[in-house]
Structures are given as structure tokens and as C-alpha cells.
């Protein structure tokens, strides 16, 4: 697959502020996560690439949730909209350098808009979403490049998805 692939892991906490009817709610958030991806020449070859990253990410965000019952105090549809700050640290090889390089990028906004489905159980709640993300990674892995080595572009996840469980 020639996108950019990876796993986010946060823990945060959802503020209700109507306990009777879930219709709105506000979760601020940490987290961490990695990234990698590899541009082949097409040969397959493990020393054949373009160019090449592993990427390790640190986040802070804030995400309002609206949402609306399908069946009462049991499964909700939801839209979320985070607001986040990461900080990116990665190593980048170039396929025509002998070495690897290491760059960094502080505190970069993105956005991800998701729709979920939330299910209320006894004890434990999950969540099913899939959504869409401005994260682009296209800054730190052309920051430091080399004279004569053109710039990445294309390095947007995009399409996000995930499960979230809730105690």
C-alpha cells in the first residue's frame, strides 16, 4: 500500500454536562502513537526504495461529541470533531544517502472529523468510528533534506478509523 500507515493510542475523559440525556458531550485527551511508510521502486526489493520513515507522535487534543439516540440509553450515533496538537519526531532514509536523517516538528495542528456509533452497555461502553484527518506528514519528512533530493508529497493518512471502550 502506498499510504502512509499507523496507530494512535489516547486516554482521555468525557464530560457530560446533561447526565440524563446524552446529547452533548467534551473529552480532552492525551496520547501517543507511530507512523511508517516505504515508497518502492516497485521491484520489492528490501533495498530498493524511494525513500522510506518511521515516525514517532505525541498528542494533546479536545473533542466536542454531538450526539443522537437510535435506541434509548443503549446505541448512539455520534459526530466527533477533534482539535489536536502533536509533536512528530522522525527518521527518514533517502534511497540515493547512505545515512538516515532525524527531524522534528513541534506542536502541529490538525483536525479529524469522525462519525461513530456508541454502544451502552452494563459496565463497559464501545465505540465504532471512522472519519477523515488533515494530519500531514509531508513538513517533517522533507524538514532537513538533502541538496538535490526533491520534496515527498502525498504523506496524508486521510481515511482514519477505530474502537474506543469506555469504562
Known amino acids: ?12 475523559y468525557d464530560f457530560v454536562p446533561y447526565k440524563k440525556n446524552l446529547i452533548f458531550s467534551v473529552q480532552p485527551h492525551i496520547g501517543g502513537g507511530l507512523f ?38 443503549e446505541l448512539y450515533c455520534y459526530l466527533a470533531n477533534e482539535f489536536n496538537f502533536i509533536n512528530l519526531y522522525a527518521k527518514v532514509w533517502d534511497s540515493d544517502k547512505a545515512g538516515s536523517r532525524r527531524s522534528n ?12 456509533v456508541l454502544v451502552k452497555t452494563w459496565k463497559q461502553n464501545m465505540a465504532f468510528w471512522v472519519g477523515y484527518t488533515t494530519l500531514d506528514f509531508a513538513n517533517i519528512i522533507n524538514k532537513n533534506r538533502p541538496y538535490g533530493i ?3 508529497h502525498n504523506e496524508k493518512p486521510g481515511i482514519c478509523f477505530g474502537a474506543s471502550f469506555y469504562w
Open 105 to 116: 516538528k513541534y506542536m502541529n495542528f490538525y483536525y479529524t472529523c469522525k462519525i461513530g
Open 36 to 73: 511508517a511508510y516505504k515508497q518502492t521502486n516497485g521491484t520489492g526489493s528490501e533495498y530498493d526504495f524511494k525513500y522510506k520513515y518511521n515516525m514517532g507522535a505525541w498528542e494533546v487534543g479536545l473533542t466536542p461529541k454531538l450526539y443522537y439516540p437510535i435506541v434509548e440509553d
Open 150 to 152: 526533491s520534496a515527498y
Open 1 to 12: 500500500m502506498n499510504i502512509p500507515i499507523g496507530c494512535m493510542t489516547t486516554v482521555g
